[in-house]
């Protein structure tokens, strides 16, 4: 019961609910660098019982909502920073902050996202001279354009670097065990990475706009998840279309700001298209 609670914490990730899935993300997580399935451990099981002993409703600890994003986080802080003890309990730190914030934004009736993450990873960069974090090369860089524009490594690439999940071809299994579980809500996902492919590349090879390319993981992450989080939440056809957009240009705004912004693009566009007091627990179309 337990390892399932950490497994489907897991998964949220992607606002999915599945112990399944959530083993399929670890087992990428592990094959990209152990280390990053180590810190998304440490992140959900520092969260989970930080919410079990302040006895939260036991139906969101069973779903993982108090525990996703000190998972995403301590991926996060893996990736972007050189492994030690000192990190280790500064991944348990945050996990214990999003637990908390998690709550307080459920009781305001506001759907947390990843912003808890994106929150983290801009607190860890402030204070990472005191805490002794050394910063590796900025892979956490969301401006970096790592999956390049081929469009067979970069649809998978970036639908896989949502949780720092390396290589396309992990990306791939990844979008392959949404697709298996919910393949509306993985078509929706790809929709936005395709979104996002089409304008770093027309910015690329047609208009020659290197300040538009250079965001292209970027956009292509954050336009994928809102695709996939709209789609969640049901919203109208027509938002799920231009939620998308709305998040590239999102990033294209923040990265001229010269801001590493994570997912913050993403969790900008859902609440805007978002009711005044959006819904807690998401319902998965179809279902």
């Known amino acids: 019961m337990v390892l399932q609670r950490q497994l489907t914490a897991i998964a949220q990730i992607y606002l999915q ?45 069973r779903q993982g909502l108090y525990s996703f994003n000190a998972a995403l986080s301590g991926v996060g802080l893996c990736a972007g920073y050189q492994f030690s003890s000192a990190l280790l309990a500064w991944i348990a730190v945050m996990a214990v902050l999003t637990a908390l914030l ?28 005191l805490l002794g974090l050394r910063s590796m090369a900025q892979v956490a860089a969301i401006a970096d354009a ?8 970069f649809l998978f690439c970036t639908l896989g670097q949502v949780s720092f999940v390396g290589p396309a071809a992990l990306g791939m299994l990844v979008w392959a065990a949404l697709a298996r579980r919910h393949w509306q809500l993985a078509m929706w996902m790809l929709y936005g990475a395709v979104l996002a492919w089409c304008v770093a590349s027309s910015a690329a090879w047609m208009l ?15 336009s994928a998840l809102t695709a996939l989080a709209l ?37 900008l566009a859902t609440w805007v298209l978002l009711p005044a007091r959006g819904r807690w627990r998401w319902k998965v179309s179809g279902e």
């Open 146 to 153: 790592a999956c390049g524009l081929a469009p067979s490594s």
């Open 231 to 267: 789609a969640t939440f049901e919203r109208s056809r027509s938002q799920r279309l231009l939620g998308p957009v709305l998040s590239i240009l999102l990033c294209l705004a923040l990265g001229a700001a010269g801001l590493s912004y994570f997912t913050a693009p993403f969790v």
């Open 102 to 129: 998690s709550r307080v934004a459920q009781r305001a009736g506001i759907p947390v996202l990843t912003s808890l993450f994106v929150a983290a990873m801009w607190l860890t960069d402030a204070c990472a001279p």
């Open 208 to 222: 020659n706009w290197p300040i538009v390319s250079s965001q292209a993981t970027g956009m292509g992450i954050n």
């Open 17 to 61: 609910d599945s112990p399944i899935f959530g083993t399929v993300l670890l087992l990428c997580l592990y094959l990209t660098q152990p280390v990053l399935a180590l810190g998304c451990l440490v992140g959900a099981c520092v969260a989970s019982a930080t919410a079990w002993a302040l006895a939260f409703p036991d139906d969101d600890r």
